[in-house]
Structure formats: C-alpha cells, structure tokens
C-alpha cells in the first residue's frame, strides 16, 4: 500500500503543475512575469494592452516606476502593491517575490469600474459641500453684488472650469453679464449679451431646460457670442435662473477643454441657480419692503406735518377767542408750573390798566411769594428798577414801541430783601383787533452770574493787557506744527515784527532762528511732539527785522488733550543779548586772569629755581649741590606745567607729550649728558591732562628719570632711558589703543586708565633695596605722589630697571 501511495503522489503532482502552467494564460486578470531587474520575462494574453500601452516586448525592461517597485519587493521580500493607470483603466498588481527562483510574478487586476465609483462619490461629496456652503453663504447676505460674484467662483471651482457668469435679464431682451469670474478685466458689470433665440442664453431662456455645449465650434442651435470667442472657450452648459414666467436670468459655466458634463454636474448647477435665484427673489423682497417703508414713512411725515400745522392753527384760534375756560385755567396752570421749572419770571402787562399777571420762579429770583407779588403792576415795577437804570429802560420801551422791534434790555431788580439782581429783560408789545397796542409780555432772567462773571474776566484782561504791555518778553501759543496761533509781549521790540506778521499761513518763527541753532531747536521739537507734557528750555540766536543777530532764552511746553496727546504748544522767550555780552566779557576776563596766575606761577618758579642753581653753587659738598640740583629739577617741572598751561587754549589741560619733551630734555642739560652717550626716547600718546594730575606725573617722571641718570650709568657706560604712556582697556591691564587721540577738552563722562613705564637698560635697581621702604627722597615722593593719584607702581628687575605705574584720569 506504501508503494501505491508512493506512485500517485508524483501524479498529482504532475498535474497540478500542469494546470499551474495552464492558469497564466487562461486567466482573464494580466499576468507578467518579471526579472529582478524588471525585464519582462513572461506575459499572458490579458498583459498585452498593457506591454502595448508601455511599448515594451518581452526580455524588454518595464517602466522606471515599476521596476523600482519590483527592486522594492525583491529587496523586502514581502509582496507589494501598485496601481497602474493604462487609457481608461486603471489595474491593481500584487507583486509577488520568488527570491529563489529570480524573478517576482505580478497579477494585476481591473479595477477601472471600482474607481469611477470613487471618484463619483467624492465628486458628489465635492458638489454637496459647494451646495452646502453656498447655502450658508445665501443665509449670511447682506450685498447681493458680493453673493453673486463670491458664487461664481464657489461654482467654478466646484466644477473645475475656468469662466462662470450670471446674466441678468434686461426689460429690453437682452442681458447683462453681472457678476462672474475668470473674465477679462473690465467686462462684468459692463458687457451686454444678445437676448435672440440664435444666442446660448436665449436659447436656454426659449427652451426652459439645462443646455450643454460639448463643443461650441460644432454647435448647431445657436450661435456662439464674441465673448465665448474671445476667452477661447470650447465646453459649457447654462441654465435659467429663477421661475420661467420671471426668470432672474442665466448662470453659465465655460471651460477652454473638451468637457462632457455630466447628470451630477446638472444637477449641481441646478440646485446651485436655486439657491441663487431664493437670495435674489429674497433681496429684491427686501429692497421692494425697505422703499415701502420708507414711502410710508414718507407719507407719514408729510401727514404729521399737516396734522402739525393744522394743530397749530388750532391752538392759535383757541388761544385768540379764548375758548373753553376750564380748558384756558389748565393751561394757565400748566404754563405757570412750566415757567416756574424755567428759572424766569414771565409777565403780562395790560397796558390800560396798568395790572401785571406775573408767573415763573418768582420766590427764587424775588423773594415775594406769589400773592404778594401778584400785587406789583406797572408803578411797582418800575419802584424796583434801580434808579440809575430806570433811565436806560423807558428809553428801550420807546424805542420798541416806536419801531416794533422787540424789547430787549438789561438791569438791576430789587428783591424783597432790598438787595438787587441783573435782570434780562426780553418782551414784545401786541396790538388788538383794532391794531392799537394794548399789552406787553415778555420774560426776566436772572443773569447776575453772568454779569460777574464777565465784570471778572473785563478785570482779568485788563490785568492781562497790562500785564502784558510792561511785560519784557514774548508769551505764545502754537499747534504741533509749531506755527504760531497768538504772539504777545515786546516782540517788535525783541524782533522787529509786529504780532500780526506772525498769524498763522504768515512769518513762521524759525525762519527767523539762526540756521547754526535750528538743529537742536528740530531735535527739541521732535520730543515735544510725541511726549506728553515735555518741556524744553534752549538759548540760541535769531535774526531780527533790519539783519542784525540777538539772543533769546526760549522755554516751552506742550498742552496734552484728554487722551495724553499734545494739541498745542505754549511757552514764553526773553532777549538775553546783554546778559550773553556780559557772560562773553566775564568769560574773557577770567581766561585773562587764569593766564596771568599762570604767567606769575611760572616765573616765580623760575625765580626759586634760579635761587636754588646760585645757593648750589656756595657749596663744595657734592652731596649738598646734588640735593639743590634735584630740587631745582623739581621745581622746573611743575614751571613747565604752568607755561604750558600758559601756551593752552583753554588754560585747564596741557599738551602732555609736550611737556615731557621740554622735561626730558631740561632734565640731560641739567645732569651734562651726550646723546652719545645716554639716549632718551619717548613713546607717548597725544593726551591732555589737568593740573591735578600733570603735577604728580611731571615729578614723578622727573624722580624716576633724574634716578636713572645717576645711578643706572656709571661713569663711562652707555644706555638707553625709554618712557612709554599709553592708555590700557578699562577692565584688562591690556594696551587698546596707542595712537588715540584723548578728548582734549576732558568733558568725558567717565574714567579711563593709563600706563607709565620708565626704564633703563642699565645697571640694575639693587636687590637689597625695597623701592616702597627706602631713605631716598626721591623714590619716597614717587610712592606718595602714585597713592595721591589713586594708582599701583610696580618694579621689574629684568636687563635693567622697569618701573610701571597705572593710574585712572577722570573725564
């Protein structure tokens, strides 16, 4: 049985290898067979169209793209999937990898039906959103000129075409192309469109269903208008917007490609013009509800003014016939609650009889209660007019009544009390039915505030006028434009100008300010422009009228608004050319006297240094004569400071190098020696010192110079003397800078540090010697005059003697 088994297994086998190479070439599906390196090795019937889309035989390589997917599922070793597009299908292969065998099999798979589903579900998915949308757009409209034209483009991307209009139907038959996008520029709003049946829009308004335009050259039914022609247009489809018996108009869709449209594509456009046509209907609605309104309104308006009119003569018939005295007692009522709110006292006076009805706030302004002064008639008020206006008020009656004018005069009404208040009086006189006058009515106002209150500012601009006229300089107001609104004070005295050449579109005042001042005058504006309540306080020079220069001292100040921005400027200027002459003169006296001090201190040294040379010379000691020398040496050193000082500009600093020179070459005078012998080199840079810190440093510079003179060099020997200054980095012991010129005028504001190094290649400073602890009176005074300058001396021993001092000069 064993044998048996044995024998049919390698039957079956057989035939399923058989029918394994039958199924490639039966299978309906493409099958290939392909290399590693994607060469086609073999391919069933149904691969065909696909090797004669690719234009590839077999033992040919496929396209780069699938063979980079076959490399991709040898290299992995896992299946792969691909999908291929051939014309109008679309095929997705399984790629299956046979590493062993050295190739890899694709079967591929027509799925062309299953992706037009796709695309007609997103496409669909597409057209509900654009629907969806519009509509919220159609919910939200305010201008339908922006619904329209924002519609447009919504619906020409929706279906991806380049052109979408809307024409409106004109009374005439024609259209107008109202809104659209992709057009030339210049066309919608503008461009007319014939209405005839032989026109698309026509035909679509004649036919009342979708049109469809695959190509408009070939397009039998109709004509096709320029301005399809124009933007090349080749596909489109229009429908008629609105209801036919009162259509809007007609949406169109255009494209430049060969289109089919379809039913969906229909169905959109439609449901689209839909809701285009409800937004129309319901902004016309609208508009046609908001001129109802407004014509209502209008005939109201015109009503309520007849009704007014027709009131008024009421009112005037009933006031004129006194109708209704219960009516008349209410309004009197009424009018006198009314007056009494009013603050005034209203009266009317019967000329014949001479009796006054008076209402209003008569306790306020009079002090009488009503009753009581219901009592006053014509005699009475005039008891109360004071006796030196009564005068003034018969003359304003008369004159009322003698042209017709109405009374309008102003005085003083005794109160109850006896004190008096200003009264306006303003009436009229009235005629009977005869034409005679027979009465007068009017009102009194209490205008006491205000009468003292103007008594207050008549006073204040009398100060002010007076105040000005003795005042010596000018006060002015401007606008951020600094032109000036008022100018008052001495200004022709101070410029020559009188106030009425500056009003503004006149003079300006910096056309008067000298062109070498006007720089800071604009930097000062600037602030004041932009910093609420900034102030600015300058001197600088101006022209006047007839050429010749002055100065002034100006102060200004900018007036902020409630909101914190400047609106104006104010300020005040004062000539202070006499006091700048004076401060000149002052200035040159004190520049005579500091060169006179200097000149005196000089020479006096001079003196004490000639005294010291002759007492030198009485004494044979050559221990006594050197120490007269050294002093003598000393002495010339602070002399020279203060010729220097002498020869300076501003007689406060002095040219240090110089100085040093002069030092440095008295110093070889005063010991005999060669410039054969000894040479003596200065490396210093261009710096201006004061008095404070020139002395210590000269002396210094003299002790440490005059010791190497005498003790560096013995007898016969040569050598080199080097004095080196520069200034160092303030935070580093680092040179910065060896050619900088130093401020000379010393107005920096801060401190800067210096190097002085005086060596010698000489002999050596002795070991046994402390510099800072020594007998030497020479090297003492070098300690205390480099602990007066706040500074630190060090000594190096190094091929000869190095000393180096730091010290800070402050600005």
């Not at 209907?281 to 407004?294: G, K, L, N, S």
């Not at 009003?503 to 056309?511: E, I, S, Y």
Request: aromatic residues 8%; neutral net charge.
């Amino acid at each position: 049985m064993g044998s048996i088994k044995n024998a049919e297994k390698p039957r079956v086998l057989e035939e399923e290898e058989k029918w394994m190479e039958h199924f490639p070439s039966k299978n309906p599906n493409p099958v290939l067979r392909v290399g590693n390196k994607g060469e086609v090795l073999y391919s069933n019937a149904a691969s065909a169209p696909l090797l004669e889309h690719w234009k590839v035989s077999t033992g040919e390589e496929l396209p780069h793209s699938i063979r980079e997917m076959v490399r991709k599922a040898v290299l992995r070793r896992n299946p792969e999937k691909l999908e291929v597009k051939v014309g109008d299908h679309t095929y997705l292969f399984t790629l299956n990898p046979l590493p062993e065998e050295g190739y890899v099999n694709l079967y591929g798979f027509d799925i062309s039906s299953q992706k037009r589903n796709e695309e007609q579900l997103l496409l669909r998915e597409k057209q509900h959103l654009a629907l969806n949308k519009l509509g919220k757009m159609a919910l939200a409209c305010k201008k339908l000129q922006v619904f329209m034209r924002d519609s447009t483009k919504l619906i020409a991307r929706t279906l991806e075409v380049e052109y979408c209009k809307i024409l409106e139907l004109l009374p005439e038959g024609n259209f107008l192309l109202k809104a659209g996008t992709g057009w030339k520029p210049g066309i919608v709003g503008k461009t007319i469109v014939e209405g005839k049946k032989d026109s698309q829009a026509g035909y679509t308004l004649l036919t009342n269903k979708p049109v469809i335009v695959e190509d408009v050259g070939k397009e039998k039914r109709f004509r096709a208008p320029e301005l399809l022609k124009e933007h090349d247009v080749v596909s489109g489809m229009s429908i008629i917007i609105g209801d036919i018996n009162r259509p809007f108009g007609v949406m169109g869709v255009h494209s430049t490609k060969k289109r089919k449209f379809t039913r969906e594509d229909i169905y959109f456009l439609s449901s689209a013009t839909l809701i285009i046509a409800e937004v129309i209907e319901r902004i016309h609605a609208e508009d046609e509800v908001r001129r109802q309104r407004e014509h209502l309104e209008e005939m109201v308006e015109k009503r309520t003014g007849e009704l007014t009119k027709i009131n008024r003569r009421l009112k005037k018939e009933i006031s004129e016939r006194k109708q209704a005295q219960k009516v008349l007692q209410k309004s009197e009522e009424r009018y006198r609650t009314a007056t009494e709110q009013t603050g005034q006292l209203v009266y009317d006076c019967d000329l014949s009889s001479g009796e006054i009805d008076w209402a209003g706030a008569i306790r306020k302004l009079t002090g009488y209660d009503l009753r009581e002064f219901q009592q006053v008639d014509f005699d009475g008020w005039v008891e109360h007019i004071h006796p030196e206006d009564r005068k003034n008020v018969f003359s304003a009656h008369k004159r009322s009544l003698r042209t017709g004018e109405k009374l309008h005069e102003e005085y003083r009404f005794r109160r109850k009390d006896g004190t008096y208040f200003y009264a306006e009086d303003s009436g009229t006189y009235l005629r009977d039915e005869s034409g005679c006058i027979c009465r007068v009515v009017g009102v009194m106002k209490d205008t006491t505030e205000r009468r003292l209150a103007m008594e207050k500012l008549e006073k204040s601009e009398e100060r002010y006028r007076s105040f000005l006229k003795n005042f010596r300089g000018i006060v002015f107001q401007g606008n951020m434009d600094f032109n000036a609104l008022f100018m008052h004070g001495s200004l022709e005295e101070i410029t020559g100008y009188r106030e009425e050449e500056f009003v503004p579109g006149g003079l300006r005042w910096d056309r008067i300010i000298d062109p070498e001042d006007l720089p800071m005058i604009f930097e000062d504006a600037e602030k004041l422009r932009t910093v609420p309540g900034a102030t600015s306080e300058r001197e600088y020079r101006i022209r006047k009228k007839d050429g010749s220069r002055c100065w002034v001292h100006e102060i200004l100040q900018n007036i902020p608004d409630e909101s914190g921005k400047p609106v104006f400027v104010q300020g005040s200027i004062y000539d202070i050319t006499e006091r700048k002459a004076a401060e000149e003169a002052l200035a040159k006296a004190e520049e005579t006297r500091k060169k006179e001090i200097h000149h005196r201190i000089k020479n006096n040294l001079q003196v004490i240094s000639s005294l010291l040379s002759l007492q030198a010379e009485k004494f044979t000691d050559e221990a006594i004569a050197e120490a007269f020398r050294e002093s003598q040496n000393r002495v010339r050193s602070m002399s020279l400071i203060h010729e220097e000082l002498y020869k300076s500009r501003d007689m406060e600093t002095l040219d240090f190098a110089a100085y040093l020179k002069k030092l440095t070459a008295d110093l070889l005078q005063s010991y005999r020696v060669r410039s054969d012998e000894i040479s003596l080199k200065l490396d210093i840079e261009e710096v201006h010192f004061g008095m404070d810190t020139a002395i210590p440093l000269g002396i210094i510079i003299n002790e440490l110079v005059s010791n190497s003179l005498k003790h560096a060099f013995p007898e016969g020997k040569g050598g080199e003397i080097l004095i080196k200054l520069f200034q160092t980095d303030h935070n580093k012991n680092k040179v910065i800078s060896r050619n900088r010129k130093i401020n000379k005028n010393g107005n920096s504001n801060y401190s800067t540090q210096f190097s002085l190094i005086v060596s010698d290649n000489g002999s050596g400073f002795p070991e046994n010697i402390d510099f800072r602890n020594t007998a030497s009176l020479g090297l003492q005074l070098v300690n205390t005059l480099v602990e007066q300058l706040e500074g630190n001396i060090e000594l190096e021993r190094n091929e000869g003697t190095n000393f180096i001092i730091r010290f800070r000069e402050t600005g």
